[in-house]
Nanobody, 123 residues
Framework: QLVESGGGLVQPGGSLRLSCVASGFTLRYYTIGWFRQAPGKEREGVSCISSSERSTYYADSVKGRFTISRDNAKNTVYLQMNSLKPEDTAVYYC??????????????????WGQGTQVTVSS
């Protein structure tokens, strides 16, 4: 089971840190991805990090503003989001993949999903 937290309402230019905690399995062996879905839009891959931490991915829309990291001792992956914009408003999900076959930004690569946390960027 994956559980996200840290979402909320923030003004444009503000920051939030999302957390993804696993229970029942060890995150260190999985690639972890963060996705988001806004109303009426498809689920979008935002960022992902390999199990070795050697490889990370960021969507162009968040490069330079978001940072993904993992703390294996806490079985947790984080998404630090800075300089937030209204277009970042969405439900954010974390997901875990045992193996990536094509691209870690693709939702179909993932075996486990959290329930999502709402991020709203508005003044």
């Amino acid at each position: 089971q994956l559980v996200e937290s840290g979402g909320g309402l923030v003004q444009p230019g503000g920051s939030l840190r999302l957390s993804c905690v696993a229970s029942g399995f060890t995150l260190r062996y999985y690639t972890i991805g963060w996705f988001r879905q806004a109303p009426g839009k498809e689920r979008e891959g935002v960022s992902c990090i390999s199990s070795s931490e050697r490889s990370t991915y960021y969507a162009d829309s968040v490069k330079g503003r978001f940072t993904i990291s993992r703390d294996n001792a806490k079985n947790t992956v984080y998404l630090q989001m800075n300089s937030l914009k209204p277009e970042d408003t969405a439900v954010y999900y974390c997901a875990a993949a045992q193996r990536i076959y094509y691209s870690c930004s693709g939702p179909r690569e993932y075996n486990y999903w959290g329930q999502g946390t709402q991020v709203t960027v508005s003044s």
